[in-house]
């Protein structure tokens, strides 16, 4: 799995962006206190500065990604548990 290790860095990355962002929405419609946020402010908006800095994929490439890897890694399972079989 080596060979996935920026890609799952990624996924995490990105996984911990969303759920900021999502919280940060939560507490806004809550009315809630966001100082804790890192919110980057302009004359007429605010806008949340992500915890990590990294590229931001659309939702299709952001899915391909996610499904692409979930994929690599079970087909690695599945090649693991064969070998056992064999070694058997």
Known sequence: MDSFKSTNDWIQKTHENMR??????????????????DVRKSRATRT??????????????????????????KLNARILELEEKIEQ
């Open 20 to 37: 900021n962002e999502a919280e940060y929405s939560r507490k806004i419609s809550n009315k809630e206190d966001t100082s804790r946020f």
């Open 48 to 73: 949340l500065v992500p915890i990590h800095s990294i590229r931001k994929y659309d939702e299709t490439m952001y899915n391909f990604i996610i499904e692409t890897t979930q994929t690599i890694s």
